[in-house]
């Protein structure tokens, strides 16, 4: 009876697939993923960066001329400083959601997915490669409004160190959206109707123009429930040193959704949903 001895690279081959069973990171594979989400939304920079820099302007100032001289101050300080921070996380939780779920969409639509699964990627080092790419273009997008817009309305930065992380945990939560709406969907169509339906109105109905102080005991509950309410009232206390909630108790709110989202991703990823059919 002849016993087969195993090659070399056999042997070598058996030892990297044990390496990545338990546990160990693709680094080279992680960071082509990020590079590749990073460059691909820096190529078209008019759109991605420069545009949502006009939007935020023009929502700035649309609303400053036609409400912020008859409004007067709101929680103490200017109604355009209290748009300010509003107004620049609503933008930063778009472009993330915006930033993942196009590139997954896209590359499902274009059949090129499979360019994407079939490297020796874990479904963690999927879901933080493109994490990293959402919450990269919102930092940028965040970094461009607050250097370009603040000192122009005279505002500035109560706390920087967390404002950078309400913005980076917003672009992490949306982030994580944008996998799951990116997994789930299979058409544009599908996926705008997500935008429009669900993140637009998180986003909007967050006390983004508004505080909520003033809002009846229902709309009050049902704003407590949306982490982006959490998100918007973290940045505005950064900023401001003003906020309508605990900033800590928004901080656990909105890390445990992201994490509870970003694992529902990490399955999507792990089982194939949506994406080996």
């Known amino acids: 009876m002849t016993e087969t001895t195993a090659m070399p690279q056999d042997r070598g081959a058996s030892a990297r697939q044990g390496v990545r069973r338990f546990g160990r990171v693709n680094w080279l594979g992680l960071q082509t993923l990020i590079l590749r989400e990073t460059r691909?939304?820096?190529?078209?920079?008019?759109?991605?960066?420069?545009?949502?820099?006009?939007?935020?302007?023009?929502?700035?100032?649309?609303?400053?001329?036609?409400?912020?001289?008859?409004?007067?101050?709101?929680?103490?300080?200017?109604?355009?400083?209290?748009?300010?921070?509003?107004?620049?996380?609503?933008?930063?939780?778009?472009?993330?959601?915006?930033?993942?779920?196009?590139?997954?969409?896209?590359?499902?639509?274009?059949?090129?997915?499979?360019?994407?699964?079939?490297?020796?990627?874990?479904?963690?080092?999927?879901?933080?490669?493109?994490?990293?790419?959402?919450?990269?273009?919102?930092?940028?997008?965040?970094?461009?409004?607050?250097?370009?817009?603040?000192?122009?309305?005279?505002?500035?930065?109560?706390?920087?160190?967390?404002?950078l992380v309400w913005v980076a945990l917003g672009g992490a939560f949306l982030g994580a959206l944008g996998i799951v709406a990116g997994v789930f969907a299979n058409k544009f169509d599908q996926m705008a109707a997500i935008t429009n339906f669900i993140v637009t109105p998180l986003s909007f109905l967050s006390g983004t123009f508004y505080s909520i102080e003033g809002l009846p005991p229902l709309m009050q509950a049902l704003s407590h429930a949306n982490p982006v309410f959490y998100l918007i009232d973290g940045l505005r206390h950064s900023v401001l040193g003003v906020s309508d909630s605990s900033p800590w108790l928004g901080f656990v709110v909105v890390a445990l959704t992201t994490l509870g989202v970003a694992g529902i991703g990490w399955w999507m990823f792990r089982t194939g949903y949506r994406l080996k059919s």
Do not use: C
């Open 40 to 163: 691909r939304f820096i190529a078209v920079w008019t759109q991605t960066l420069l545009a949502p820099l006009a939007t935020a302007a023009l929502f700035l100032l649309v609303f400053s001329l036609a409400v912020g001289t008859r409004r007067g101050d709101v929680m103490g300080v200017p109604f355009v400083h209290f748009l300010a921070p509003g107004i620049l996380m609503m933008t930063v939780i778009q472009n993330s959601f915006a930033n993942v779920s196009s590139s997954i969409v896209i590359s499902k639509v274009q059949g090129n997915i499979v360019d994407t699964l079939m490297p020796p990627l874990s479904a963690t080092e999927l879901v933080v490669g493109y994490l990293a790419g959402g919450i990269l273009r919102g930092m940028m997008v965040a970094v461009a409004i607050a250097a370009l817009m603040f000192p122009f309305i005279g505002l500035g930065i109560h706390n920087p160190v967390a404002a």
